[in-house]
């Protein structure tokens, strides 16, 4: 596959003619075709315990709130852990997304052409 887009008007990056090939994996997350491997991240993993706690709090606050017949939105416990909930997937999400901005930025700088 080839793609080709017209960008704004940056500073411009300077020439290197050295290409790379990446091969996304699963237990790798790229393979790089000068043999370096990009692992994982695992950091995520210490935030998916605590969004796994999170969410069974929220969930109990949920059941206590429909065993009582009360509304969701009345029930402050409940909206206040739905907050928790969404700010740690939140932050999940935008370190995934600074590990990629990180890594592609890395790879751009360093490399003219890239194949993946």
Not at 40 to 54: C, G, H, S
Not at 77 to 104: G, P, S, W
Request: glycine letters at 4%; one cysteine or more; proline letters at 3%.
């Amino acid at each position: 596959m080839s793609i080709t887009c017209e960008v704004p008007k940056f500073h411009p990056l300077p020439k290197t003619h050295q290409a790379i090939g990446i091969d996304l994996g699963i237990t790798d997350f790229a393979i790089l075709s000068d043999g370096r491997k990009v692992d994982n991240q695992r950091f995520t993993a210490k935030m998916e315990q605590k969004l796994k706690r999170e969410q069974r709090n929220l969930s109990r606050r949920y059941e206590q709130a429909k065993k009582d017949n009360r509304v969701l939105r009345d029930c402050m416990n409940y909206q206040k852990q739905r907050r928790k909930v969404a700010r740690l997937r939140e932050k999940v999400a935008f370190q995934r997304e600074d590990f990629l901005h990180k890594l592609t930025t890395a790879f751009i700088r360093q490399y003219g052409v890239i194949c993946i």
